[in-house]
Nanobody, 122 residues
């Protein structure tokens, strides 16, 4: 069964950093776009960052300059480095594999991870 397993979430103070990891078992990881989404309480799930297998990236406006998405194709792993965290970054972060389209959005996702909680305190 194809799956994504996220790790690295936790509790951090505002201004701190976290690094999320997503390990993929799907063979399509080598070619399909990947993304990180997040969902805050009472809000819709939103795209945080995305990346093509060859490295092209996109970022949500609220995280540009603070977050960096990357991938290691040899390890079938995608990362999200989150710096200068703000309380509004709090939410459940989901790794995702998209259908082979670009750019990606919620509707293009074919496989979701279970999510990892990120809580930023003020």
């Amino acid at each position: 069964q194809e799956q994504l397993v996220e790790s690295g979430g936790g509790l951090v103070q505002a201004g701190g950093s976290l690094r999320l990891s997503c390990a993929a078992s799907a063979r399509t990881f080598t070619t399909y776009p990947m993304g990180w989404f997040r969902q805050a309480p009472g809000k819709e799930r939103e795209l945080v960052a995305s990346i093509l297998w060859r490295g092209e990236t996109t970022y949500g406006d609220s995280v540009k300059g603070r977050f960096t998405i990357s991938r290691d194709n040899t390890k079938n792993t995608v990362y999200l480095q989150m710096n200068s965290l703000k309380p509004e970054d709090t939410g459940v972060y989901y790794c995702a594999i998209s259908n082979p389209v670009w750019p990606i959005n919620f509707s293009t996702i074919r496989i979701w991870g279970q999510g990892t909680q990120v809580t930023v305190s003020s």
